[in-house]
Structures are given as structure tokens and as C-alpha cells.
């Protein structure tokens, strides 16, 4: 198993800021991958962040919008730019457990962000 | 992009009876996987079924697969209130993929005391 650090838990923003979100992890993983959940909606994957490469992207998320940090093995970060109301989600960091595809995976806390 | 749909989108029992859930995708899959949230916090893995396997059993939760019809069920028995979350299913597809996870529109299970 896993166990994810995420900070901050939750924030309000000003529209036009940027804000970082922090995943911590208990142990060293190849990748961790960053979700966005949108009120009242499902989770959809923004990134996938290797370390020691760029992260890589999904459709419809692009770099400048959600710069991804990923300096080591256990640490990653988001970064949310120039925010709207619009990017008032929950935002979540995920791991799995070991490598292979029959793998479960693990989630922070998640950080709940509201943009006024 | 969204997996598939989830039925029903929200279900309200009283505690003891047991609880259906579908999830319908559209690609093919290494893996379908139920996750649950609480209040809109972190996910917590519920089970694993594999793209060989029909039928899972974990505790009071039974998974079913359907391949040919893409399609799962999740049935939780003797409910709980404790058990009230909304439910996810998410899918591994073929490839590389591992660790992405697609996800289903979930749903919301209410279980009265």
C-alpha cells in the first residue's frame, strides 16, 4: 500500500492567481498521476507525471495551464494558473501500488479549491 | 473522456438490504476496479476484477464482469449506513496504460439507519 500527503486540503482563491498543490508519498513510485473532479462529477486524469521527464498530458489539459513538478521519486506538485471559476474542482493525486496493470491504486486526500 | 455510465446515479435503502450498482464501458480493458469516496475526499480501493474473470467476492462485496456486453456490477449485501458514498467504477485499458484510470459517472448510495 500506499500513503499520500496532500496539501493544502482545501483554499479559496482570487480568480487570476495561481495556486501549487503538494503530493507527498511514502515510498518511491515511477509515476503518480494528477485527477480533476469537478462538482458533482466523476474524476478525469490531467497528467501523468514521471520523474526526471515531463509530465505527460491528457487531452484537453495543457502544460501552461497545469504545470506538473515531479524532482524526485515521492514528491510531485500541480500547479493551477491564472484561475477561473471554472477550475473550482477537487484535485487529486494518485499512485499504485506496485508496477503492472492489475495494480490498485491510491489517492490523496485530494485538495478542494474554490475560485472567486 | 468518460468511460461509460453508471446506473442508477443515485440509490437510497435502508440498512440490511443490499445494494446494485452498474457501470458500463466502452473499450476494451486489462481491468475494471470500484473505488469509493466519501463527502468528496480520497478515493479508497474497493476490488479488482481482471478482463479473464467473471465474478470476485470480497467481504459483503460481489463483483460481476461482462466482457462481451461491457459491462460490471457491484452489489454490496447487508448494507450499513456506514456504507453511504458514492461509488466508482474505473477501467485499465489494453497497453502501457497501467496506473490510468478511466472513470465511470459514479453513484450515490444513501443507506438510512
Known amino acids: 500500500s500506499a500513503v499520500i500527503s496532500q496539501k493544502p486540503s482545501r483554499d479559496i482563491c482570487q480568480r487570476g492567481t495561481s495556486l501549487t498543490i503538494q503530493c507527498q508519498v511514502d515510498?518511491?513510485?515511477?509515476?503518480m498521476f494528477w485527477y480533476r473532479q469537478q462538482p458533482g462529477q466523476s474524476l478525469t486524469l490531467i497528467a501523468t507525471?514521471?520523474?526526471?521527464?515531463?509530465?505527460?498530458?491528457e487531452s484537453g489539459f495543457v502544460i501552461d495551464k497545469f504545470p506538473i513538478s515531479r524532482p524526485n521519486l515521492t514528491f510531485s506538485t500541480l500547479t493551477v494558473s491564472n484561475m477561473s471559476p471554472e477550475d473550482s474542482s477537487i484535485y487529486l493525486c494518485?499512485?499504485?501500488?506496485?508496477?503492472?496493470?492489475?495494480?490498485?491504486?491510491?489517492f490523496g486526500q485530494g485538495t478542494r479549491l474554490t475560485v472567486v | 473522456s468518460q468511460q461509460g455510465e453508471e446506473d442508477p446515479q443515485a440509490l437510497s435503502i435502508q440498512e440490511g438490504e443490499n445494494a446494485t450498482m452498474n457501470c458500463s464501458y466502452k473499450?476494451?480493458?486489462?481491468?475494471l476496479q470500484w473505488y469509493r469516496q466519501n463527502s468528496g475526499r480520497g478515493l479508497v480501493h474497493l476490488i479488482l476484477?481482471?478482463?479473464?474473470?467473471r465474478e470476485k467476492h470480497s467481504g459483503r462485496l460481489r463483483v460481476t464482469l461482462d466482457t462481451s456486453k461491457k459491462s460490471s456490477s457491484l452489489l454490496i449485501t447487508a448494507s450499513r449506513a456506514a456504507d453511504t458514498a458514492s461509488y466508482f467504477c474505473?477501467?485499465?485499458?489494453?497497453?502501457?496504460?497501467?496506473?490510468?484510470?478511466?472513470f465511470g459517472q459514479g453513484t450515490i448510495l444513501t443507506v438510512h439507519p
Open positions: 515510498s518511491q513510485v515511477t509515476m
Open positions: 494518485s499512485v499504485v501500488g506496485r508496477e503492472g496493470v492489475n495494480t490498485e491504486a491510491f
Open positions: 476484477i481482471r478482463s479473464n474473470e
Open positions: 507525471a514521471n520523474q526526471g521527464s515531463e509530465a505527460t498530458y
Open positions: 473499450t476494451s480493458i486489462n481491468n
Open positions: 474505473a477501467t485499465v485499458g489494453g497497453g502501457t496504460s497501467y496506473g490510468k484510470l478511466t
